[in-house]
């Protein structure tokens, strides 16, 4: 009954707000039968529009209309204040912490880990939740849509993360991926754990808690550079959103279906068949037995442990208290389905914001691969979109050559952004990197290795550039003026008198010089002065001094 009266006081205020609108000259409407519609439109006794009478093309009008006014409001509110009042929050939360750890040197982890031995501190925490929770909801209710109408509108290369509740604090994935991708959208990671608050245990989700924070403050430099395309976005963390958990508990079982279908080679169209399938398979021998591709029973793509191990390292952290959990089949499929709600979550939300999935997990990425085997409508796009999630990817991935490109500092990637420097950088990331045909394992270290192939070949004809401006350099400073002046002295005095008194020096040296004349020759040291700095500022020269600093490359 109130969800009525709720929708009755909605359509009265769009079409009384439509009626306004015509009024007052601030809308136009040219079809005659939303007209006619319009003018039947009556009013009850308590004064309220009467449903009745409002037909479909007056309600789509006025909905329009209002969604209008909307997105005209929203577009008032820029990206980027949205973004500063989010790390506010943070900074007034975390920040003395953040703080405490740079300058001790430690990690997120680590302080967090630290912070949860203190019964006060994690008390402290406890008893603030409800009402922090509270806020961080009102604030994405408010910002949220905000945040979805300036993605969306932006037709640019977005990588939406997902696959975990943050990216990992060991990397900054925005500043591999960046170097790629135009926005990284991050989700949230304190909106998805205060959902977390019935379930978990309070000093677990304390720990989550600091560690994620922390690691989120890292990213405020890029989020909130001043750039006409942003490196870095927080976005609300939709599964808080009871109808969003919805479609993606029904996406997931329906891959479940699919996935159980492959591990035992049997079709199953129901919840209701799998289960009368798994029922019966009471311990983990007979389960394992009837598996038919028992590679895609993964509980963790990174563990060392045995499968019993896995199961019942599994069933402690989560179904811990759960009878049912002494069921393997049961803990198996408990795990899958939460395994593919993640992925199906970072496809939605990829979908919702107009971006490709980015997973850095390789568990949550091994499940992604899958669902996209199970998949059978078309996507649009489909090979861009392909080639793009796996350089993404590739990009992300831990290893020495994927390190090198992740430790590239927030300082430097914004400096190349400025620059203008990602549309160059794309085409050398990506040169010869088409048509992928599928997400395997294999594609992914092909276009790994590809990637690397393109860096290196960019970074060693650099390299050669470089050399060939030391080159001419020394044949400037040689050929022209070594009968003047020795070339070291003439480097040093290069480097410390400003431009503007360099022909009135060379001026005074014209008779010695020769052919070449004063102007020439300021002429020649800017030239080669413009191409010292172009190499520098390119796109390659940044990330070639870096390499060269960080890791002794040529």
Request: with cysteine.
């Amino acid at each position: 009954w109130l969800g009525g009266v709720m929708d009755r006081n909605e359509l009265h205020d769009l079409v009384v707000s439509l009626k306004e609108k015509l009024t007052a000259g601030k809308l136009e409407l040219h079809d005659p039968a939303v007209l006619r519609e319009l003018s039947e439109v009556r009013f009850a006794d308590d004064g309220k529009v009467d449903p009745a009478s409002v037909g479909s093309r007056v309600k789509a009008t006025a909905y329009a209309s209002a969604a209008a006014d909307a997105s005209r409001e929203m577009e008032q509110i820029p990206l980027v204040e949205v973004q500063n009042r989010y790390f506010k929050v943070l900074e007034d939360n975390f920040g003395t912490i953040y703080s405490d750890m740079r300058r001790r040197g430690l990690n997120p982890q680590k302080v967090a880990d630290l912070l949860a031995l203190q019964d006060k501190v994690v008390n402290a925490f406890t008893s603030d939740l409800q009402e922090f929770s509270a806020g961080l909801a009102e604030f994405w209710e408010f910002y949220g849509p905000i945040v979805e109408f300036h993605l969306r509108k932006r037709r640019t290369l977005k990588s939406v993360f997902g696959g975990d509740v943050f990216p990992s604090y060991t990397s900054n994935i925005a500043c591999s991926v960046g170097l790629y991708a135009d926005t990284i959208v991050l989700p949230d990671p304190l909106h998805r754990l205060t959902t977390f608050a019935s379930v978990m245990p309070p000093k677990a989700l304390f720990r989550l808690a600091i560690k994620h924070a922390l690691n989120a403050l890292s990213y405020r430099d890029l989020a909130l550079a001043e750039l006409d395309v942003p490196i870095v976005v927080i976005a609300p963390d939709y599964i808080a959103d009871t109808a969003y958990r919805r479609v993606l508990q029904s996406a997931a079982e329906a891959d479940v279906l699919e996935h159980f279908s492959a591990v035992f080679g049997t079709h199953f169209s129901s919840q209701a068949e799998l289960d009368e399938f798994l029922n019966p398979l009471s311990d983990l021998s007979s389960l394992l037995k009837r598996a038919v591709e028992p590679d895609r029973i993964l509980f963790d793509a990174e563990s060392n442990a045995t499968l019993p191990e896995q199961f019942r390292g599994y069933e402690n952290e989560f179904l811990k208290g759960d009878e049912s959990a002494s069921r393997p089949a049961y803990v198996l499929k408990h795990m899958v389905l939460g395994r593919l709600l993640l992925a199906n979550d970072v496809v939605l939300r990829g979908i919702r914001l107009g971006g490709n999935p980015l997973i850095d997990a390789p568990t949550s990425w091994r499940y992604f691969q899958w669902k996209n085997e199970y998949q059978e409508r078309p996507v649009p796009d489909e090979s861009a979109s392909k080639r793009d999630v796996l350089i993404s990817k590739a990009l992300s991935l831990d290893g020495r050559e994927q390190r090198m490109l992740s430790g590239i500092p927030p300082e430097s990637l914004i400096e190349l952004r400025r620059n203008g420097a990602l549309s160059e950088l794309r085409e050398m990331i990506c040169r010869g990197v088409d048509d992928v045909d599928s997400a395997s394992e294999s594609d992914l270290t092909s276009v790994a290795n590809h990637l690397i192939e393109n860096i290196d070949n960019a970074l060693a004809e650099h390299a050669k550039q470089l050399e060939a401006l030391t080159v001419s350099r020394l044949k400037f400073y040689g050929l022209d003026v070594s009968r003047w002046i020795a070339a070291g002295g003439f480097s040093i005095a290069a480097a410390a008198v400003p431009e503007a008194r360099w022909l009135s020096l060379l001026g005074a040296a014209g008779s010695v010089l020769g052919a070449s004349k004063p102007e020439e020759l300021l002429a020649r040291h800017r030239d080669l002065k413009s191409e010292s700095e172009r190499l520098k500022r390119s796109p390659t020269g940044i990330m070639f001094w870096h390499l060269k600093k960080n890791f002794g490359f040529y």
